[in-house]
């Protein structure tokens, strides 16, 4: 597996070298990359969504580590600089997780259960103070797929800062690798780290 090791780098330095190392990989060859800072970290995942890489993420001790599988002649002429973007100044995070777990909300009659948790997402971009981060497992995970009613939202929150995880193992289990359009695929490790160190967990 090649590596590029982005640490100590600021945008776009990071996205131009995992773009190099991608054009580089040979065919069934995965590139690892390591970034140690949340801002690069947000620009090259967005990077990669936007190239429909396929990637997983890792929390380390003091980095992240993304393992990307993907030939480099997928990518676009998009210049590094236009995924350069900052989280604006003026965003309020709250100290609390979403955890979505299912598609439905409560217990009950599933058609008002998903009426219920469509409705609960798309709040969440009103709220004073967005989440620092969703995590989606079970079949939390379809909320992220092309079809789900609150993908935009997921989208949105992306775009406005807050991470969104996607269990790993779930979108196995359910056969929807390469299909979620939200999201960074996270493995449980990751996903009980942002649990365990929010303030409040929210599971609606």
Known sequence: MKTVDARGMLCPRPIIETKKGLKALLSGENL???????????????????????????????????????????LSDKPAEDYCELISPQMNKGNYVVALTSESMGQGDESLGKRLMTSFVNIL????????????????VKLALPESPVVDTLRELERRGVEVFICGTCIDFFAIKGKTVSGVIADMYLIAGKLSAAGNVIKP
């Open 125 to 140: 971009t009103e709220l004073d103070h967005l989440p620092s981060a969703v995590v989606c497992y079970n079949s939390g």
């Open 32 to 74: 690892k990359v390591l970034i140690d800072n949340e801002t690069s970290l947000g620009n090259v995942c967005r990077f990669l969504k936007d190239n429909g890489c396929e990637y997983t993420q890792t929390k380390e001790k003091d980095h992240w580590s993304l393992t990307v599988s993907v030939s480099g002649s997928q």
